[in-house]
């Protein structure tokens, strides 16, 4: 519950503790995940972490999560500090991530249909066509794969046919850098600035300029031809023109490629610990088969039908209560915040640890076992309010979650249809790595030991409006 106190009643706050100067940066840079569940088993549900000497707030666990979507949570919350570097480094006024407010609102109403699950309406015999495409190319028999880096081409093949149109393939490599070194010295600062400096990183992020301008460029030649497509956009460069002042021209190159800095990693480590917990529990991998398997039967896929993959749909949601791709969220207090009778003061940087309840027993019975059954209608763990937070909380909740719940429905399913994979060893235990996106190693291989289903072409779904 979230208590509103006297000020009398207002208890200390707890510094984590941490090594002399640097105080929890290795710690919490190693494992945020586990960081944040050992300080609040420790401290309780507010504590104080210290990063590069940099004191940062902290509220954790399912009453954290639920204030966030409160009045309290909703007006005591903002997120521009997070992002104004990021925002700054591409020249741009905004981006959805930064504002808060009023002009967020109407941001969000800009981009909804571009990244509703509509947005995939009668196109899943297409992506069906995109996957194929990319496991031919990735997915090689008799070889073995990088899950992570082959789920990313997929996800910017999928992500870029539904949204602009077009795949950028040869600037996957270029993007997933430039996020790397953007989150990690931009947002999550967990790297120096000099950073920014490294030839790497200059050179993907010139690519990465030089899609923006050209798919700005490819989006305003649509607009003199009066050819903008119904997709998220034509939706922005439609906003560009009704008010430049306020999606304004320097905004449209990021806006533009911004479905790749929102969609890639998050998908991609998501399915690709999918991948292995399919892969490592018994039992999992002939379920998952058998349900991709009665999809693919049908001939036409319609959203309702990968909505309706129950089993796997528990594999992804349990890969990303394992290893959620946002541990925690992170925000300035505009005003004096009281949760749970501890006051922490206007102006300061506070994270909300939303995901902490993913590793507590009171909500998932045995929290680090793979279960995708822990979704079932007669478990629902969950459903708990406050327990299960991947897509975030609160006015920022991830806009693509629906897509990107149907997108990795058919990520997965399609995959397993088509290809019999297993571990590279029964006993392979799953790397991670904490930044710029927790999630499964670039390291995590697995063997492509055969062709399970060839790669026949799905009906398209004929809609009712069509
Ligand atoms: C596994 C898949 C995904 C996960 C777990 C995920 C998670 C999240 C989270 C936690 C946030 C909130 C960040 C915060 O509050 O600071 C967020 C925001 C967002 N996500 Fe996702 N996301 C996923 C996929 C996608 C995809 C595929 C898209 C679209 C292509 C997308 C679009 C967005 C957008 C536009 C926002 C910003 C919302 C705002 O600031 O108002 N996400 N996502």
């Excluded at 960081?35 to 009453?63: D, L, M, S």
């Excluded at 030089?210 to 034509?234: C, I, Q, S, Y």
Aim: with cysteine; charged share 25%.
């Amino acid at each position: 519950m979230v208590d509103v106190v006297e000020m009398s009643d207002t208890k200390d706050i707890p510094d984590a503790k941490g090594i002399p100067f640097v105080g929890n940066t290795f710690e919490m840079g190693k494992d945020p995940a586990a960081f944040f569940v050992r300080c609040y088993k420790e401290y309780g549900p507010v504590y104080r972490v210290n990063v590069f000497g940099r004191k940062q707030y902290v509220i954790a666990g399912a009453e954290a999560a639920k204030f966030m979507s409160t009045k309290a949570g909703r007006e005591g919350l903002r997120s521009k500090e997070f992002w104004d570097d990021f925002v700054n480094h591409f020249g741009a006024s905004k981006t959805l991530t930064q504002i808060d407010g009023e002009d967020h609102r109407r941001m969000r109403a800009i981009m909804r249909a571009g990244f509703s699950r509509e947005a995939a309406e009668g196109q899943y015999h297409k992506i069906s066509q995109y996957i194929d495409e990319s496991i031919e190319r990735d997915w090689e028999i008799d070889g073995e794969t990088g899950v992570l880096e082959a789920f990313q081409y997929m996800i910017v093949q999928v992500i870029g046919e539904l949204m602009s149109g077009e795949a950028p393939l040869e600037y996957v490599k270029d993007i997933r850098i430039n996020i790397l070194f953007l989150l990690n010295t931009l947002v999550a600062r967990v790297k120096p600035k000099w950073y920014l400096k490294s030839p790497k990183f200059k050179k993907a992020s010139k690519r990465v300029d030089e899609l923006g301008e050209k798919t700005v460029a490819r989006f305003m030649k649509h607009a003199e031809d009066g050819t903008l497509p119904k997709n998220l956009l034509g939706d922005i460069m439609r906003a560009h023109f009704d008010d430049p002042e306020f999606v304004q021209k320097r905004d449209l190159a990021v806006l533009l490629t911004g479905p790749y800095v929102a969609g890639l990693d998050t998908v991609a480590n998501t399915v690709s610990g999918a991948v292995y917990g399919i892969l490592k529990t018994p039992g999992v991998l002939e379920k998952v088969q058998a349900e991709a398997d009665a999809l693919y039967a049908k001939g036409t896929v319609t959203s309702m039908d990968v909505r309706n993959l129950h089993y796997i749909q528990g594999c992804i949601k349990e890969s990303m209560r394992l290893w959620p791709v946002a541990v925690g969220q992170m925000r300035t207090t505009t005003k004096e915040i009281e949760f749970e009778g501890y006051k922490i003061p206007a102006e300061e940087m506070l994270i909300i640890g939303t995901s902490v309840p993913h590793y507590l027993e009171e909500y998932f019975p045995n929290p680090l076992a793979y279960d995708p059954e822990r979704y079932n209608d007669d478990r629902k763990e969950h459903m708990k309010p406050g327990a299960y937070s991947p897509f975030g909380r609160g006015p920022h909740t991830c806009l693509g979650q629906n897509l990107a719940e149907v997108l990795m429905g058919m990520l997965i399913s399609r995959l397993f249809h088509r290809r019999h994979l297993t571990l590279e060893s029964p006993n392979y235990e799953l790397k991670t790595k904490a930044f710029p996106t927790p999630g499964p190693a670039m390291s995590f291989k697995v063997k492509v030991v055969g062709e399970r289903n060839p790669a026949t072409q799905l009906t398209p779904e004929v809609l009712e409006d069509a």
